[in-house]
């Protein structure tokens, strides 16, 4: 394949983690020092450090995609390796899924003090996402695997 065929795709994910990576840095730790509604700050802290390290597999799954995009480049796209960075983007996405179950609670706890019920359903929103990209990643990885296999047994096939 022709190098820069996946240069669209690598850079879709330099794109999707800058916003991630300004968020984290910026963002959340102004929430810390300006919550809403000082009387329930305390209940932010779970939330934000459940935020915080769920950013630890988000960018881990990046990377892995990135090295997914650069074996495709390299015609390796059928190898074990591209089922390595598939199995490691599905545990990624299934460990981000359950950071934010672990968050739920907490987030239960302030839709209720703030009277807010919609903060529930936007909670659960990286719950449903990383879940989808789990089990697309599972089902590629199964496809490739497969693949792998039937691509060896007609390379011993004379």
Known sequence: MKYGSTLFLKLALFLIGTPVLALSIFGVYWLVNNPAN???????????????????????ALYEAFKLLSYIDKNQAFSKLSVVALKKIKWCAITISGLYVLIIPFVYIVAELDDAPGLIIIGMVPIFASMVIAVFAAVLQRLLEEAIHIKSENDLTV
């Open 38 to 60: 000082p009387e329930y700050d305390h209940i932010l802290y779970p939330i934000i450090i459940g935020m915080y390290v769920s950013v630890i597999p988000f960018f881990f």
